[in-house]
C-alpha cells in the first residue's frame, strides 16, 4: 500500500519556523516530481512548491519563493518543506504529493498531475 505521511506542522508565531516532512511508504519515488500544496478552509487547494525526479528543478509559488525550500533525501524517500518567516496567511493544512507519473519533464502546479497524497498535516500561524 502506497502511503505519503507529512509531519512537522504546528502551532508558530509569526516569523518563526517549520519544518515539513513527507515519507513515502510501499513504493519508491525517486523518479517522480514531488510537491506540496496547501488547503485554507473554504478555498481550492494550491500548489506550495515543487521539486523534480532531477533535484536541481524546483518550482515555488510566488507567494513563498524566497521563505520557503523544497529538498528531497532520494535514499529515504522522504521530501522536506523548510518554511521560514511564516505568515499568518500561511495557515492551512499542508499535503505532500507524488506526480502520476514517473520522469516527468518539470514540476506541475496542477493537483490534477499528483496521483499520490499524503493526509495533511495543519499550519497555523499566529500573528
Known amino acids: 500500500q502506497v502511503q505519503l505521511v507529512e509531519s512537522g506542522g504546528g502551532l508558530v508565531q509569526a516569523g518563526g519556523s517549520l519544518r515539513l516532512s513527507c515519507a513515502a511508504s510501499g513504493r519508491t519515488f525517486v523518479n517522480y516530481a514531488m510537491g506540496w500544496f496547501l488547503q485554507a478552509p473554504g478555498k481550492e487547494r494550491e500548489f506550495v512548491a515543487g521539486?523534480?525526479?532531477?533535484?536541481?528543478?524546483?518550482r515555488y509559488a510566488d507567494s513563498v519563493r524566497g521563505r520557503f525550500t523544497i529538498s528531497r533525501d532520494k535514499a529515504k524517500n522522504t521530501v522536506y518543506l523548510q518554511m521560514n518567516s511564516l505568515k499568518p496567511e500561511d495557515t492551512a493544512v499542508y499535503y505532500c504529493a507524488a506526480a502520476a507519473a514517473a520522469l516527468s519533464l518539470g514540476v506541475a502546479e496542477s493537483p490534477s498531475s499528483y496521483g499520490y497524497w499524503g493526509q495533511g498535516t495543519q499550519v497555523t500561524v499566529s500573528s
Open positions: 521539486i523534480s525526479w532531477r533535484p536541481s528543478t524546483t
